[in-house]
C-alpha cells in the first residue's frame, strides 16, 4: 500500500532544505538525464530557481557515471541537485560528494536509503516509479512552491511522465501521482484530455509523415517507411492533401476516414508479427489548451522533441524550449526531432539485417557491429522489443568510446518477477562496472574485456523468468 502522505511531507521538507541554501545564496550545481523526463525535470527545476533568483550551473548527462561524478568532485560547489537520476549510484555520491548538501530527486530504483544525501524517491512510499510517477513529478512535488503561481508547470510534469511510456492506464492513460497532476491541470482549464489515433504529430505532421513517424505501437510495414505510409493512405482513398494543396493531418480527417484508417492500422497489427495489441492504436492524448503552437499542444509530440534534442546530443536546445520557446529554438528542435525521427527509421531498417541481432531463448541481442549511438541504443532496444512476438527481452550494444559499451536492457511486462534495474545494478557491482535501472528497462556501462561476463550473468538470471 503506497504511502501518499509521507511522500509529500518529505517532498515538503526537502524543498524548505533548497530554500535554505538559496537564501544562504549558495550557488546550485543541478545534473540531469538527456530523455524528455530529465530535460523536463531541468526545465521545472530552473524555472523554480529562476523564480528565486538563485545562481545555478546545469549539466545534462547520458549517465551518472563513475566518470562524471568523479568531474564533480573537482568542482568547488556545495549544493547539488541530481533529477531523474542519483538513486542508483546513492553510495559513489555519499562517497565522492562527502561534506556537499546533496539531493537526489528520482523515480528510478533506489540502491539503498542514506543518512547522508537527501533523497526523494517514491519507491520507498509504495509509489512505483515506473508507473505512476516520473523523475519530473518528483522534482515537481519537491519545488512546485518556489515556481511561480501563474507557471506552475503542470503540463511539463504530464510531457515527461508520457515521454517516459508512464501511459500504463486503460487507453494509455496515465495513473497515479501522474494522474493527480493531470487533474490538476484540468482544473485550471490549461490541460485537457482527448481520444484518438495513437499517431506522431496529430496537430503538426502530414499524415502519411505521422503514420512513417509511429513506433508506439509498431505498424507492421508502415512504421518507419514513408514509401508504404503514403501507399497504405492511397489504397483506403485517403488524400494526402486537401483542395488548397496543403498536407492534410490526422486531426484534418472525416469522421469515415479516420474510422477506415483505425480499421486497417487494428487489422495489420492484429496480423502481423509483433507483440503490439490492436487496440494500443488507440490513446488518451494530452493538450495544452494555452499553448498556441501547434508542434507543442500534444504532449506526445512534444515529449518526442525533447527526446529528440537530447538523444542527437542538443540537450541544451530542449532546456531552452521548456524555458522560453523562442522561435529559433522551435526551429532547431523541429530540424532534431525530424532527423531524430529518421535515425530512428535508419536503424530498424539496419537491423533487419539477421546478422546484425543474435537471438538466443527469447532473447534478441542488437550486436555492437550495428553502429547505433549510444544515445540511441535504449529508444531502439524499445522499439525493437514492440516488434518483436517471439522475445521478452531486447539487449542492445553499443560503443561510447574505445574502452567502454552502452548496454540497454528492455523487457516485457509479461515477465512480472523480472527486475532488470535491480539485476543489472547486481552484476555490474561485482564487475566493478556502472548500471541499473526500472524494473523492466535497465542501462549499464561495461568495460569492452568485460561484456562477455556481463552478458553470461545477465542471461542466467534473465532465463530464469523466459516463458518466450
Given at each position: 500500500?503506497?504511502d501518499?502522505?509521507?511522500f509529500?511531507?518529505?517532498?515538503?521538507?526537502?524543498r524548505?532544505?533548497?530554500?535554505?541554501e538559496?537564501?544562504?545564496?549558495?550557488?546550485?550545481?543541478c545534473?540531469?538525464?538527456l530523455d524528455?523526463?530529465g530535460l523536463?525535470?531541468?526545465?521545472?527545476l530552473s524555472?523554480?530557481?529562476?523564480?528565486?533568483?538563485?545562481?545555478?550551473?546545469?549539466?545534462?548527462?547520458?549517465?551518472?557515471?563513475i566518470?562524471?561524478?568523479?568531474?564533480?568532485?573537482?568542482?568547488?560547489?556545495?549544493?547539488?541537485?541530481?533529477?531523474?537520476?542519483?538513486?542508483?549510484?546513492?553510495?559513489?555520491?555519499?562517497?565522492?560528494l562527502?561534506?556537499?548538501?546533496?539531493?537526489?530527486?528520482?523515480?528510478?530504483?533506489?540502491?539503498?536509503?542514506?543518512?547522508?544525501i537527501r533523497?526523494v524517491?517514491?519507491?520507498?512510499?509504495?509509489i512505483d516509479?515506473?508507473?505512476?510517477?516520473?523523475g519530473?513529478?518528483?522534482?515537481?512535488?519537491v519545488?512546485k512552491?518556489?515556481?511561480?503561481?501563474?507557471?506552475?508547470?503542470?503540463?511539463l510534469?504530464?510531457?515527461?511522465?508520457?515521454?517516459?511510456?508512464?501511459d500504463?492506464?486503460?487507453?494509455?492513460s496515465?495513473?497515479g501521482?501522474?494522474?493527480?497532476?493531470?487533474?490538476?491541470?484540468?482544473?485550471?482549464?490549461?490541460?485537457?484530455?482527448?481520444l484518438?489515433?495513437?499517431?506522431?504529430?496529430r496537430?503538426s505532421r502530414p499524415?502519411?509523415?505521422?503514420?512513417?513517424?509511429?513506433?508506439?505501437?509498431?505498424?507492421?510495414?508502415?512504421?518507419?517507411?514513408?514509401?508504404?505510409?503514403?501507399?497504405?493512405?492511397?489504397?483506403?482513398?485517403i488524400?494526402?492533401?486537401d483542395?488548397e494543396?496543403n498536407?492534410?493531418?490526422?486531426?484534418?480527417?472525416?469522421?469515415?476516414?479516420?474510422?477506415?484508417?483505425?480499421?486497417?492500422?487494428?487489422?495489420?497489427?492484429?496480423e502481423?508479427?509483433?507483440?503490439?495489441?490492436?487496440l494500443?492504436?488507440?490513446?488518451?492524448?494530452?493538450?495544452?489548451l494555452?499553448?498556441?503552437?501547434?508542434?507543442?499542444?500534444d504532449?506526445?509530440?512534444f515529449?518526442?522533441?525533447?527526446?529528440?534534442?537530447?538523444r542527437l546530443?542538443?540537450?541544451?536546445?530542449?532546456?531552452?524550449?521548456g524555458l522560453?520557446?523562442?522561435?529559433?529554438?522551435?526551429?532547431?528542435?523541429d530540424?532534431?526531432?525530424?532527423?531524430?525521427?529518421k535515425?530512428?527509421?535508419g536503424?530498424?531498417?539496419?537491423?533487419?539485417n539477421?546478422?546484425?541481432?543474435?537471438?538466443?531463448?527469447?532473447?534478441?541481442?542488437?550486436?555492437?557491429?550495428?553502429?547505433i549511438?549510444?544515445?540511441?541504443?535504449?529508444t531502439?532496444?524499445?522499439i525493437?522489443?514492440?516488434s518483436?512476438?517471439?522475445k521478452g527481452v531486447?539487449?542492445?550494444?553499443?560503443?561510447?568510446?574505445?574502452?567502454?559499451?552502452?548496454?540497454?536492457?528492455?523487457?516485457?511486462?509479461?515477465?512480472?518477477?523480472?527486475?532488470?534495474?535491480?539485476?543489472?545494478?547486481?552484476?555490474t557491482?561485482?564487475?566493478?562496472?556502472?548500471?541499473?535501472?526500472h524494473?523492466k528497462?535497465a542501462?549499464?556501462e561495461?568495460?569492452?574485456?568485460?561484456?562477455?561476463?556481463?552478458?553470461?550473468e545477465?542471461?542466467?538470471?534473465?532465463?530464469?523468468?523466459?516463458?518466450?
Open positions: 500500500m503506497s501518499r502522505k509521507n509529500i511531507v518529505l517532498s515538503r521538507d526537502v524548505k532544505e533548497i530554500e535554505e538559496i537564501e544562504e545564496g549558495k550557488m546550485v550545481r545534473v540531469s538525464h524528455s523526463d523536463s525535470s531541468a526545465c521545472i524555472h523554480a530557481l529562476l523564480n528565486k533568483k538563485a545562481d545555478f550551473h546545469l549539466s545534462i548527462v547520458k549517465q551518472l557515471s566518470e562524471v561524478i568523479g568531474a564533480l568532485t573537482k568542482e568547488k560547489y556545495e549544493t547539488y541537485i541530481f533529477t531523474d537520476l542519483g538513486s542508483g549510484q546513492i553510495s559513489q555520491l555519499e562517497e565522492r562527502k561534506g556537499k548538501k546533496v539531493f537526489v530527486l528520482d523515480h528510478h530504483l533506489p540502491e539503498k536509503e542514506s543518512e547522508k533523497q524517491n517514491p519507491h520507498f512510499f509504495g516509479g515506473e508507473k505512476e510517477i516520473s519530473v513529478g518528483v522534482t515537481y512535488f519545488i512552491e518556489l515556481l511561480p503561481p501563474e507557471n506552475s508547470n503542470e503540463w510534469v504530464v510531457v515527461g511522465a508520457v515521454g517516459d511510456r508512464q500504463k492506464g486503460e487507453r494509455n496515465l495513473i501521482l501522474n494522474r493527480e497532476i493531470v487533474r490538476q491541470g484540468e482544473k485550471t482549464r490549461k490541460i485537457k484530455e482527448e484518438d489515433l495513437n499517431l506522431f504529430g496537430y499524415l502519411h509523415k505521422s503514420l512513417e513517424y509511429t513506433f508506439h505501437p509498431y505498424i507492421p510495414g508502415v512504421s518507419g517507411d514513408e514509401t508504404e505510409a503514403v501507399a497504405l493512405l492511397k489504397k483506403l482513398g488524400r494526402l492533401k483542395e494543396g498536407w492534410r493531418r490526422l486531426v484534418d480527417l472525416t469522421a469515415e476516414e479516420k474510422k477506415k484508417l483505425t480499421e486497417e492500422i487494428i487489422r495489420r497489427i492484429a502481423g508479427e509483433t507483440p503490439s495489441k490492436p494500443d492504436i488507440i490513446a488518451t492524448h494530452y493538450i495544452n494555452v499553448e498556441k503552437e501547434e508542434r507543442l499542444k504532449a506526445r509530440e515529449s518526442t522533441i525533447l527526446n529528440g534534442c537530447g546530443g542538443k540537450p541544451e536546445i530542449g532546456v531552452l524550449l522560453s520557446r523562442k522561435r529559433e529554438v522551435l526551429e532547431e528542435a530540424k532534431l526531432m525530424v532527423k531524430y525521427r535515425e530512428l527509421a536503424y530498424l531498417n539496419k537491423l533487419k539477421s546478422k546484425l541481432v543474435d537471438s538466443r531463448n527469447g532473447i534478441a541481442v542488437i550486436k555492437p557491429q550495428a553502429n549511438k549510444d544515445t540511441m541504443i535504449g531502439v532496444s524499445s525493437l522489443l514492440t518483436l512476438k517471439d531486447v539487449i542492445g550494444i553499443a560503443e561510447m568510446n574505445n574502452e567502454t559499451y552502452k548496454v540497454s536492457i528492455r523487457a516485457k511486462p509479461e515477465l512480472e518477477k523480472l527486475e532488470l534495474g535491480k539485476v543489472v545494478r547486481e552484476i557491482k561485482k564487475i566493478s562496472c556502472f548500471g541499473g535501472g524494473r528497462a542501462g549499464a561495461i568495460k569492452k574485456e568485460k561484456i562477455g561476463i556481463f552478458l553470461n545477465l542471461m542466467k538470471e534473465i532465463n530464469q523468468f523466459q516463458h518466450f
